[in-house]
C-alpha cells in the first residue's frame, strides 16, 4: 500500500497543532526540528521532501524527545551526514535506536 505523507501531515495537524503547538511540514532538503521563536511561535517538525518514512521518523522523534528537549533546536542532538567515522556512528546509532523502534511500530499500525 502506497502512503501519502499528506494524510499524515493532516492527521498530526489536526491532532497536535491545537494541544502541543506543534506542526507537521514536509518539502525540506534536510529534516529539521525546530522550536518555537519569537518570529514563528509554532514547534515545527520538518520532514524531507514529501517522503511519509521520513515523516514517520520525524514524527518518532518528536515522541521520545520529551517537553525539554521538545525546546531545543533538532532536540539537542547533533547530526552528521553520511561519512561518519567509526565513533560518529556508534554515537548516531544509539540516538537512532528508539526512534527507529517508534517508526517500526507507527509504520506496522
Request: glycine share 4%.
Amino acid at each position: 500500500m502506497q502512503h501519502d505523507a499528506q494524510d499524515l501531515v493532516t492527521l498530526f495537524n489536526k491532532t497536535f497543532l491545537s494541544t502541543e503547538n506543534t506542526e507537521l511540514a514536509g518539502g525540506y532538503n534536510e529534516p529539521l526540528y525546530q522550536p518555537a521563536m519569537p518570529d514563528n511561535p509554532t514547534h515545527r517538525i520538518l520532514f524531507t521532501h514529501d517522503y511519509f518514512a521520513s515523516a514517520l521518523h520525524e514524527v518518532a522523534h518528536w515522541c521520545v524527545a520529551g517537553t525539554t528537549r521538545r525546546q531545543q533546536v533538532d532536540y539537542g542532538y547533533w547530526y552528521e551526514p553520511d561519512g561518519r567515522t567509526q565513533e560518529q556512528q556508534h554515537l548516531f546509532e544509539k540516538v537512532e535506536v528508539r526512534p527507529q523502534a517508534f517508526e517500526w511500530i507507527f509504520a506496522n499500525a
